[in-house]
């Protein structure tokens, strides 16, 4: 009897440990969204990871093109910082997604499939499958104060556009 407890008991350790995570090669990593407009990225590719996100946990896409030199672009990042209600709301349906757009890179082949773009920051709001519902222009939910960059959008009006493309 105490054979069969002590076969049991190394089963199960054995069984434990074969059951521990193994840490992931640097091949088998996730692609990480960016945080940062960043010309060296394929957005294709970080379009799939985010469209992969929006299934799993289902909310849309918000993909933002712009670029680091574009202050309203950077302004957007600082306005969701500084309204933490929205940016909760946000995050809550939407994947954030940016894509670059700048002199180093213009993403010319991959920006073709959608509509064009007449200035930056600009929107676009995606299903879950990659299909554009919305195209919107950035400058449309800017506010009358500009002097303050962190409120350089009109909470009334992002709240109004996030809720409207918000997934039912």
């Given amino acids: 009897m105490s054979r069969l407890r002590n076969s049991r008991r190394s089963f199960l350790a054995v069984l434990s440990i074969a059951c521990l995570p193994v840490p992931a090669f640097a091949a088998d990593e996730p692609v990480k969204l960016p945080r940062e407009f960043d ?3 394929d957005p294709a590719t970080d379009l799939e990871v985010a469209l992969r996100i929006a299934r799993a ?11 680091e030199w574009s202050t309203p672009s950077r302004a957007l990042d600082r306005f969701f910082a500084a309204n933490p209600d929205l940016k909760r709301y946000r995050d809550a349906n939407f994947v954030w997604l940016k894509v670059n757009w700048s002199a180093e890179n213009h993403n010319e082949a991959f920006l073709r499939r959608y509509p064009a773009i007449n200035g930056y920051p600009h929107i676009f709001v995606l299903d879950p499958g990659g299909r554009l519902l919305h195209s919107q222009d950035a400058q449309e939910l800017e506010s009358a104060n500009t002097t303050d960059p962190a409120k350089s959008y009109d ?3 992002m709240r109004a556009f996030l809720v409207k493309w918000a997934p039912r």
Avoid: I
């Avoid at 946990?57 to 670029?67: E, F, I, K, P, Q």
């Fill in 155 to 157: 909470p009334t009006a």
């Fill in 57 to 67: 946990a289902n909310r849309r896409v918000l993909m933002v093109v712009g670029g």
């Fill in 39 to 41: 010309a060296a990225r």
